[in-house]
Structure formats: C-alpha cells, structure tokens
C-alpha cells in the first residue's frame, strides 16, 4: 500500500510540474456573427418551421480590437493595404450554402477575409488561404473574389470593432463592418 502511495504521489508531481498553464486573456476577444442573428439559439424555437429558418447559412469568427483613442484609417492602418478585418488570426468566415460574392459564385466553404481600406471604398476580398495570423499568411494569389463598397462616416465612434450579418432582402444579406467612425456593407446573395 505505501508503495502504491509513493507511486500515486510521484505522479502527481510529474503531471503538475509538466502542467501546461493557460494563456492570459487576449486584449481582442474573439467574436462570432451569424446570419440568421439567433441561429446559435435555434434550438429554444417554438416549432419546427422556426426551427428551420434559423438554420446557419453564414458565420464570421473575428477579434474585436479596440480603438482606444487611436486613428484607426490611414494611420494604424494604412490605406491601400491588406488588412485582416481585426485581430490575432485571421478572420473567416464559412458559407454554409453557396453564395455570389461580388460577381462570382462562390461554393459552400470556410474562406478567410481581408480588406483593402482606402479613405472612399473599402475592397472586402475572399480568400482560400484559412487558419493564418494577421496577414503575415495572406496570399493575393488566393483570392477567388472580391467586392468593393463605400465607406460611410458614422456620427458615433464605435470602439470596438463590430461585425454583423442581417437580410437586406429576400436572399440578400450584408456584411456590416464598423470600427472608429468608418462603416461599409457588403451584399453576399445566397444560392
């Protein structure tokens, strides 16, 4: 018994000693946003009907950064240049249907986004480069489709940067991005 005691106790140290501890909270919590808004919540729907139309057909995973008194456009980040849409990885974003991005058709699929910001238009690009950091992995040979949409000056600063997907029309839905006092929307027409 005492040897199994030593034995039990040996390898309580071992484990803990070789313990891999947790990282500490990132600065730019990751976020998701879907279309339809409460698919996540589908399952608390009253009938099978509602059920169905909460059914997932888009989902963006970001990290919202912070602007934290900060010039975002054009300083932090400059004009004409590849940007990540966020934070830490690279956002993605996955079509659960197939999609018309832009003027291309585009398969149901897990893409990463990226943006070219100017101080008029923002050019929202699909790629197939997935699970990068930043843009240190993006590839323009990649990109298999892009759109291109104003930038629209928002009266109130939006601090953290914010990612939405809600229905325009029928089978229309945008993608709404805002950070600071910039906003552009992006139409993503389901197949």
């Not at 139309?53 to 989902?59: M, S």
């Not at 709404?176 to 910039?182: F, L």
């Amino acid at each position: 018994m005492k040897n199994i005691l030593i034995l039990i106790a040996c390898a309580t140290i071992s484990l803990t000693g070789h313990a891999q501890g947790f990282d500490k909270l990132d600065k730019s919590v990751m976020d998701a946003a879907f279309y339809p808004a409460k698919a996540p919540k589908r399952t608390f729907a009253k009938s099978a009907a509602k059920k169905e139309a909460l059914t997932p057909k888009i989902r963006v995973l970001y990290s919202r950064p912070l602007t934290k008194g900060r010039t975002i456009f054009g300083d932090l980040l400059k004009f004409d240049k590849p940007w990540r849409i966020g934070a830490n990885e690279s956002t993605e974003i996955l079509f659960l249907t197939d999609v018309q991005f832009g003027d291309t058709a585009v398969k149901a699929g897990r893409y990463s986004l990226i943006i070219i910001p100017t101080a008029t238009t923002w050019t929202l690009k699909l790629n197939t480069e997935n699970d990068g950091w930043g843009n240190y992995s993006y590839k323009p040979e990649k990109d298999i489709a892009s759109i291109t949409a104003p930038v629209k000056n928002n009266s109130k600063k939006i601090e953290a940067l914010s990612i939405s997907l809600y229905e325009k029309s029928t089978n229309l839905v945008h993608l709404k991005i805002g950070w600071d006092t910039s906003i552009a929307e992006f139409p993503i027409t389901l197949q």
